[in-house]
Nanobody, 123 residues
Framework: QVQLVESGGGLVQAGGSLRLSCAVS????????MGWFRQAPGKEREFVAA????????YYDDSVKGRFTISKDNAKNTVYLQMNSLKPEDTAVYYC????????????????WGKGTLVTVSS
């Protein structure tokens, strides 16, 4: 059974940085497109970033482009999200999942979601 364990969240001031990690087990991690998603209070979960299975291609939502960087380590079955220049509007619970693209819309590839990690950015 697949397990997704997100970590690295916390409270940070606007302009600060955090690095999120997602440890994946129970699947052949390296063959999947992996993504980060987030859900702010009272809002729908939304796409943040994705990375191809080789790590050569990355994709970002416009709201984080230039500030966030997604990466992965297939040997460690871990995907990362480096978040710089954080803004209060980045406050959300962040989740990882496999990612799939339909048209221009990214969504989680598995019904299963981990518990996520909370990022709070104060102004």
């Amino acid at each position: 059974q697949v397990q997704l364990v997100e970590s690295g969240g916390g409270l940070v001031q606007a302009g600060g940085s955090l690095r999120l990690s997602c440890a994946v087990s129970g699947r052949t991690f390296s063959i999947y497109v992996m993504g980060w998603f987030r859900q702010a209070p009272g809002k729908e979960r939304e796409f943040v970033a994705a990375i191809s299975w080789r790590g050569t291609n990355t994709y970002y939502d416009d709201s984080v482009k230039g500030r966030f960087t997604i990466s992965k380590d297939n040997a460690k079955n871990t995907v990362y999200l480096q978040m710089n220049s954080l803004k209060p509007e980045d406050t959300a619970v962040y989740y990882c999942n496999t990612a799939r693209l339909a048209g221009s819309t990214w969504s989680g590839g598995m019904d299963y979601w981990g518990k996520g990690t909370l990022v709070t950015v104060s102004s």
